[in-house]
Structure formats: structure tokens, C-alpha cells
């Protein structure tokens, strides 16, 4: 039993990080925000000749196709003032995989909050006060890892985002459809890898800030345990 008491921590730890990740990556992808703030930011209406009101109702239609069975991704849109289907065939049969890795995250999201909530409520329920100290010092190493790996993969994709892109499309896709070209392909115009870019330090923003609550709440409860013990308190 000694040999695999490591365990259930392990998993717990890893459960952390993979819950704040998955999660800040869903709140991304059904942002508005994070649509719109990159339509400006990038002039993607000056570029594309799509309106500002027709690019929000395009990411609209996105987000409802993401989280959608619905199949494949149809949009029409006005360009230059035409009406007209936004995406090819090629664009829409890489939005199929795209929306299986999006679902891919969110069974993730669900599953690590299930285990994380179930871990601590079986804990909490069966042994009580006694339990608390061990789930603080599991969130305490889960928060721990989880600013450590984003620490890494933030200095990384600063230094050398372009690798990391082209590194995740090789590992994520199985086919090359997610090489397209924005002077013919309107995914990628809409949606140039500077988007992305900021759309990776919103999520790693997100996921650092909810590392940082639960790493500053566990090890507060945990000196404060300390400090009781020694009666200081």
C-alpha cells in the first residue's frame, strides 16, 4: 500500500494545472472579447472587407459551430459588400478537427474539476479537519506546477512563438489543412498567428491567476496550521 499512497497526490497535482488550463483555454475560445479585441487590434475589417458588425456575427456563428454538433462549418458573410460562404472546403474539414480538440479540452476541463471536486469532497466528508491540511499542501504543489509550467511555456512562446505554433499543428493535427494561405483562405486572415499569440497570453493570463489563488490560499491556511500548532495563533 506504501508504494502507491503517492498516487492519489499525483494525480490531484496534476489534476491542478490541467483544470486551470483547460478551462482558461474554453473561457477563450466562447470570449467575445477575445474575438473582438483582435478584429481591432489586427484591422482585420480594413483587411478581409468584412464589416466590424458582420466580423461579430461570424465569430458568433464560430463559437455557436464549436459548441454545436452541427456539421460542417457553414458562414456566410458580406465581403465588400457580396454575400457569399466565408470558408472553403478545406477551411470547414479543418474547423471539423479544430472543434474536436475544442471538445477534446473541455471532456478535460470536466473531468479534472470532477476528480478535484469528488477527491476533496470524499476527503472532507470522511476524515474532516484532518483531511484539510493534506488538500491544501496537494493545491499548494498543483498551483506550484502549474506557474512553473506556465512560466515556461510563457518565456517560451515570447522568445519563440513561431516554433511553438508550428509545433502544436504537427502534434495536434494529423493531416496539413491547417496550412492555408490568407491572401485566399479567409481563416486565416480573420485569424493571423498575432491573434493567436494574444490569444495564448489571455489563457496563460488566466490560468497564472488562478494558480496564484490557489497557491496564496493553500499555503496561507497551511502557515496558518503552522502557526496554531506552535500556539502563535
Known amino acids: 500500500m506504501r508504494r502507491v499512497a503517492w498516487v492519489p497526490n499525483a494525480l490531484f ?19 467575445v ?10 484591422q ?41 460562404d466565408l470558408f472553403n472546403s478545406r477551411e470547414a474539414t479543418h474547423m471539423r478537427d479544430v472543434k474536436r480538440l475544442i471538445w477534446g479540452v473541455y471532456i478535460i476541463a470536466v473531468l479534472s474539476t470532477a476528480y478535484l471536486l469528488a477527491t ?8 474532516r479537519r484532518r483531511f484539510a491540511e493534506t488538500l491544501a499542501r496537494r493545491c499548494l504543489w498543483g498551483g506550484g506546477v502549474t506557474l512553473a509550467l506556465l512560466l515556461a511555456v510563457g518565456l517560451f512562446a515570447l522568445v519563440g512563438f513561431d516554433r511553438l505554433f508550428l509545433t502544436f499543428h504537427q502534434i495536434s493535427f494529423a493531416n496539413d489543412l491547417w496550412q492555408l494561405d490568407p491572401r485566399t483562405d479567409y481563416l486565416v486572415a480573420l485569424f493571423p498567428q498575432n491573434f493567436w499569440f494574444d490569444a495564448t497570453m489571455w ?28 500556539g502563535e495563533v
Do not use: C, M
Request: aromatic fraction near 14%; charge should be positive; proline fraction near 2%.
Open 13 to 31: 497535482i496534476v489534476a491542478v494545472p490541467l483544470f486551470l488550463v483547460t478551462a482558461s483555454v474554453a473561457w477563450a475560445f466562447n470570449s
Open 44 to 84: 482585420i475589417s480594413s483587411y478581409t472587407g468584412i464589416t466590424r458588425a458582420d466580423l461579430v456575427q461570424v465569430a458568433a456563428d464560430i463559437r455557436h459551430y464549436f459548441n454545436s454538433g452541427e456539421e460542417p462549418l457553414a458562414v456566410r458573410t458580406r465581403i465588400f459588400g457580396e454575400e457569399r
Open 203 to 230: 489563457v496563460a493570463t488566466r490560468a497564472v491567476a488562478g494558480a496564484l489563488v490557489v497557491t496564496v490560499f493553500s499555503g496561507g491556511y497551511l502557515l496558518y496550521l503552522r502557526r496554531a500548532a506552535r
Open 120 to 127: 476533496a469532497g470524499w476527503g472532507l466528508a470522511r476524515y
Open 33 to 42: 472579447g477575445v474575438y473582438e479585441r483582435g478584429f481591432d487590434k489586427y
